[in-house]
């Protein structure tokens, strides 16, 4: 366990196929995201490949195509900044509720790695970047790769 409480999961990504799917906003703290989540499938044995999407917005729709055409699993990758106006809320719940819906239509795992701040530093301190003290790319990925894991222990 960390001290945040997340679990050290040590799963193996062999013979798992994987589409890290990121948005462009925030683009600091989203190359830390992308790393962390590419160095976790990388070194579990995944194969894993890189899309992007314009917003957080768009990441449910891609997932799903995504997982259609042939992934085993999907990581979410987004950074939603809250600002002056309402859109912190409506990105959020639109990405959040999209993903639930992409995970529980496809039956397959969607990792989600999409951080909602009050600012840029909570950020860049969650993005595994030097300095960081969290590395939710790769928890995301983790989780990705434990659930398929999960499933496929059910069959
Ligand atoms: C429009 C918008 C705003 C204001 N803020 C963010 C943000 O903080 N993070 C993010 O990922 N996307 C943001 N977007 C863009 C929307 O997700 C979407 O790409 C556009 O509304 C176009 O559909």
Redesign the pocket.
């Known amino acids: 366990m960390s001290i945040h409480g997340a679990p050290a999961l040590n799963v193996t990504g062999t013979g798992i196929r994987v589409v890290i799917v990121a948005?462009?906003?925030?683009e600091t703290i989203m190359s830390g995201l992308i790393g962390g989540a590419t160095r976790a499938l990388t070194s579990a044995g995944a194969d894993c490949h890189l899309v992007r999407v314009?917003?957080?917005?768009?990441l449910p729709v891609v997932c799903a195509a995504a997982l259609a055409n042939g992934a085993d699993a999907v990581v979410a990758l987004?950074?939603?900044?809250r600002?002056g106006?309402p859109?912190?809320e409506y990105?959020a719940a639109a990405?959040t509720e999209g993903l639930t819906r992409v995970a529980l239509d496809s039956g397959k795992p969607v990792g989600f790695g999409v951080l909602t701040l009050d600012n840029e530093a909570q950020g860049l301190d969650r993005a595994g970047l030097p300095g960081s003290s969290e590395d939710k790319g790769a928890e995301a990925a983790e989780a990705a790769l434990a659930t398929v894991r999960a499933i496929r222990s059910l069959v």
């Open positions: 948005a462009s906003w925030h314009p917003g957080s917005f768009e987004g950074v939603i900044i600002g106006t859109h912190f990105v990405a």
